[in-house]
């Protein structure tokens, strides 16, 4: 079945970084892109961008490029997305999620908590 | 980008009752429209994709309707393992995907 597992929640400080991890099993890595999804507490999703995983190839909404990167390692199956220059705004849970090529979103990791706090 | 409405933020019905979720975009997505539930602590789950479609393994008590720019999510006997927060998502015009600010179904 297909899964996608991503690393436990973190706590940092404003202005560091935070690199979270997803590993996806149960499909063929490279035939679907990867989404990031984060949710602040009690609001609806945003979507922040996508890697495209035979690649690497990324687009990031436009509220979120120049700080969030994402990268993949093939060999493991396994999708990061790092957020540098934290702000307290950035505290929520991040989701990774595989996406169909026209956009539905079928499959979702368990998400991972980043609390900013000073 | 495509805004998403949803409306109302809460609705509160019994047990067995049918609840109508409503959602609307900003411009057109088409038939480009997702539902989908989240309980408390866990990811938000595929509920209904293609407007109508629902996803595998989804009772058919859930249904969905509507195109171009108002759509609607019934569930059409509330069961106890429904009351939770429905969200919808256009994927007609992205990037980027958008996703509504939810609907909380609670127990009246």
């Known amino acids: 079945q297909v899964q996608l597992v991503q690393s436990g929640a973190e706590v940092k400080k404003p202005g560091a970084s935070v690199k979270v991890s997803c590993k996806a099993s149960?499909?063929?890595?490279?035939?679907?892109?990867i989404h990031w999804v984060r949710q602040a507490p009690g609001q609806g999703p945003e979507w922040m961008g996508w890697?495209?995983?035979?690649?690497?190839?990324?687009h990031f909404a436009q509220m979120f490029r120049g700080r969030v990167t994402m990268t993949r390692d093939t060999s493991i199956s396994t999708v990061y997305m790092e957020v540098t220059s934290l702000r307290s705004d950035d505290t929520a849970v991040y989701y990774c999620?595989?996406?169909?090529?026209?956009?539905?979103?079928?499959?979702w990791g368990q998400g991972s908590l980043v609390t900013v706090s000073s | 980008e495509v805004v998403m409405t949803q409306s109302p933020a809460t609705l509160s019905v019994s047990p067995g009752e049918r609840a109508a979720l409503s959602c609307r975009a900003s411009?057109?997505?088409?038939?480009?429209l997702a539902w989908y539930q989240q309980k408390p602590g866990q990811a938000p789950r595929l509920l209904i994709y293609?407007?109508?479609t629902r996803a595998t393994g989804i009772p058919a008590r859930f249904s969905g309707s509507g195109s171009g720019a108002e759509f609607t999510l019934t569930i059409s006997s509330l069961q106890s393992e429904d009351f939770a927060v429905y969200y919808c998502?256009?994927?007609?015009?992205?990037?980027?995907?958008?996703f509504g600010g939810g609907t909380k179904v609670q127990i009246k």
């Open positions: 999620a595989r996406v169909t090529p026209v956009g539905i979103i079928d499959y």
């Open positions: 149960g499909y063929s890595f490279t035939d679907y892109y």
């Open positions: 890697i495209k995983p035979n690649s690497g190839g990324t």
């Open positions: 411009q057109s997505v088409s038939s480009k």
């Open positions: 293609d407007v109508s």
């Open positions: 998502q256009q994927y007609g015009q992205w990037p980027p995907l958008t």
